[in-house]
């Protein structure tokens, strides 16, 4: 097998390092929403837009951990298929692109789907009446498309590897 060349490792390494801020900003930003959701205070930060999908605040944060739990593993799988990469292995990535992609799909869905779902089970805990709000927006249809897109590459590079080993029992 062939050496990976050394740009490919570095750009690996640099978006590692940039997967893992991209962990602790969105992780950040989305514990300060929590915690100003619950404590009552989102006139003091207007710039923090959340949207509550007509739920109580308890609710609304309950969702937003769920949806930050889910990219936060998303992330911490693509941090590691680019270690992998980094270490000279690209085809052992498949699973770990495979795992980004299938996180990152679960978080879409919760998006999507988790308000929802909270808001029918207040609605039946108080006996108001039931009502789905569903909002699939461009951003969800093109994520939900690249997590799709994701898992068809991690295929490829599986069928890479199995190619790599074939050729590699030839010799």
């Given at each position: 097998m062939s050496?990976?060349?050394?740009?490919?490792?570095?750009?690996?390494?640099?978006?590692?390092?940039a997967a893992l801020a991209a962990i602790a900003m969105f992780e950040l930003v989305l514990l300060l929403a929590v915690g100003v959701l619950i404590a009552g205070r989102r006139s003091e930060f207007p710039?923090?837009?959340i949207h509550e999908a007509?739920?109580?605040p308890w609710?609304?944060?309950?969702s937003l951990l769920l949806?930050?739990?889910?990219?936060?593993?998303?992330?911490?799988?693509?941090?590691?298929?680019?270690?992998?990469?980094?270490?000279?292995?690209?085809f052992a990535a498949a699973g770990d692109l495979r795992g980004f992609a299938f996180y990152l799909l679960l978080a879409?869905?919760?998006s999507?789907?988790?308000?929802?779902?909270?808001?029918?089970?207040?609605?039946?805990?108080?006996?108001?009446?039931?009502?789905?709000?569903?909002?699939?927006?461009?951003t969800e249809m093109l994520t939900l498309l690249v997590s799709f897109l994701l898992f068809f590459?991690?295929?490829?590079?599986?069928?890479?590897?199995?190619l790599a080993d074939d050729h590699s029992q030839i010799v």
């Open positions: 050496e990976l060349p050394s740009r490919i490792r570095t750009s690996a390494r640099r978006l590692r390092f710039a923090l837009q007509g739920l109580p609710a609304t944060a309950l949806i930050g739990l889910l990219v936060g593993i998303a992330l911490f799988r693509l941090v590691r298929m680019l270690k992998r990469v980094e270490a000279g292995a690209p879409v869905l919760a999507v789907f988790a308000p929802a779902i909270i808001g029918l089970g207040i609605a039946a805990m108080i006996g108001a009446p039931h009502r789905i709000d569903l909002a699939l927006g461009m590459v991690a295929r490829l590079l599986d069928e890479a590897q199995r």
